[in-house]
């Protein structure tokens, strides 16, 4: 099974950049597709980008389309997201998650409803 780390999140001004790294400290995530989420104050948890089992493939949601990228390093058993262009309305507390393989070669992305494992998140907040 993997436990997931996020690291990288911090208080910046809008228009900078960060970039959030999320690791595994059990299972490699070689086997899995892995996704962003995040959360904002009183609001439900929303999906930012996600990436394939096999091919990376990415999927970015409206939002940050443009503004964000995603990308895995299954040598160094990470996953990162790139943020640029940092807005107010970025600030949430953001999530690192895992699809578990679905049993044979995808090289799709998973459905939202399809990640199951959860970092403990690390806080972004972006002021102007």
């Known amino acids: 099974q993997v436990q997931l780390v996020e690291s990288g999140g911090g208080l910046v001004q809008a228009g900078t950049s960060l970039k959030l790294t999320c690791i595994s400290s059990?299972?490699?995530?070689?086997?899995?597709?892995l996704g962003w989420f995040r959360q904002a104050p009183e609001k439900e948890r929303e999906l930012v980008a996600r990436v394939s089992w096999i091919g990376a493939q990415t999927a970015y949601e409206d939002p940050v389309k443009g503004r964000f990228t995603i990308s895995r390093d299954n040598a160094r058993n990470t996953l990162t997201l790139q943020m640029n262009d940092l807005r107010p309305e970025d600030t949430a507390v953001y999530f690192c998650?895992?699809?578990?393989?679905?049993?044979?070669?995808?090289?799709?992305?998973?459905?939202?409803?399809?990640?199951?494992?959860w970092g403990q998140g690390t806080q972004v907040t972006v002021y102007w």
């Open positions: 998650s895992a699809a578990p393989p679905r049993g044979y070669a995808d090289y799709n992305v998973p459905a939202p409803d399809e990640f199951a494992y």
């Open positions: 059990g299972r490699s995530l070689e086997d899995y597709a």
